[in-house]
């Protein structure tokens, strides 16, 4: 059974910690799926497409959640413009504030961008965590926007079926 690193920010301690696992048609799956929390600045663009891109590609063995250190009022046109053009779900998507998930059981943290990492909270328990940053396109055309959405989707997933150690759909 794959143990998992333990977030290092804060002054927690590194421990392992091992999930049940069911095996399913010849598949080590998950009992229920992983819950991811990416973290950004503004949660108005990388974090958002993030969200939406493990959420689709990872569906059943992740629940992705997306929230800001700081915030903005909504999601960038262009995001919701990217998602939407490779045929992507964006109902519901809003800015959220990192205290709306506090108390969610978060199995890996994400950081997508430099200020997200720096402000990362302390969470109750230690927490695997992963930093990846991505290009910001605010204030960029639409063909920016894609082109991140297209590295958060090659690098950003890539990453968190390697930490989760998911196997590849099937």
């Given at each position: 059974m794959p143990t998992r690193p333990?977030?290092?920010f804060g002054t927690h301690q590194e421990i392992p910690l091992l999930y049940p696992l069911t095996l399913k048609l010849g598949l080590i799956v998950a009992d229920k799926p992983y819950t991811v929390l990416v973290l950004c600045t503004g949660n108005s663009c990388r974090s958002q497409m993030a969200e939406v891109l493990l959420n689709h590609d990872l569906v059943?063995?992740?629940r992705?959640?997306?929230a800001?250190?700081?915030p903005q009022p909504k999601v960038a046109d262009?995001?919701?413009?990217?998602?939407?053009e490779a045929g992507?779900?964006?109902?519901g998507l809003h800015p959220k504030d990192?205290?709306?998930?506090?108390?969610?059981?978060?199995?890996?943290?994400?950081?997508?961008?430099?200020?997200a990492r720096e402000a990362c909270p302390v969470f109750p328990k230690p927490i695997p965590a992963i930093h990846l940053p991505f290009h910001d396109p605010h204030g960029e055309?639409?063909?920016?926007?894609?082109t991140v959405r297209d590295d958060i989707r090659a690098r950003l997933v890539a990453a968190v079926r390697n930490k989760l150690s998911l196997q590849p759909a099937a």
């Open positions: 333990v977030c290092k059943g063995q992740v992705a959640l997306s800001g250190t700081r262009g995001a919701i413009a990217a998602l939407k992507l779900n964006t109902d990192i205290d709306a998930v506090m108390n969610e059981a978060i199995d890996l943290v994400v950081t997508v961008c430099d200020n055309p639409l063909e920016s926007f894609i």
